[in-house]
Nanobody, 127 residues
Framework: QVQLVESGGGSVQAGGSLRLSCAAS?????????MGWFRQAPGKEREEVAN????????NYADSVKGRFTISQDNAENTLYLQMNSLKPEDSAMYYC???????????????????WGQGTQVTVSS
């Protein structure tokens, strides 16, 4: 079982920055896990933001956040981060951290591969 706890959300003006954190705990070996950030705005489906395959450090980003967001991990602290720069109003959403065990990093782009989720942290960007 894996527990995920997000933090770092808040309200910022357009152009600002935030860093989200996801603390992971439980009995696991994260070396064979995908970990990722997803977001869901009111009335919309949950969508991919960024993910990382812990096994080799490979990352993927949604086109809408490429060049602005950076996903990273601190293995010693079992923490996943999402640095968000140049925020736009359309980035406003509830952001969720997810984790899923897989031996194939290509699965990290498949939401169904994630079977552990945090409670979410709200990000609001005003224009």
């Amino acid at each position: 079982q894996v527990q995920l706890v997000e933090s770092g959300g808040g309200s910022v003006q357009a152009g600002g920055s935030l860093r989200l954190s996801c603390a992971a705990s439980g009995r696991y070996s994260f070396s064979s896990y995908c970990m990722g950030w997803f977001r869901q705005a009111p009335g919309k489906e949950r969508e991919e933001v960024a993910n990382i395959y812990i096994g080799d450090g490979s990352t993927n980003y949604a086109d809408s956040v490429k060049g602005r967001f950076t996903i990273s991990q601190d293995n010693a602290e079992n923490t996943l981060y999402l640095q968000m720069n140049s925020l736009k109003p359309e980035d406003s959403a509830m952001y969720y951290c997810g984790a899923g065990r897989t031996t194939y990093g290509g699965m990290c782009r498949v939401m169904g591969a994630y079977n552990y989720w945090g409670q979410g942290t709200q990000v609001t960007v005003s224009s």
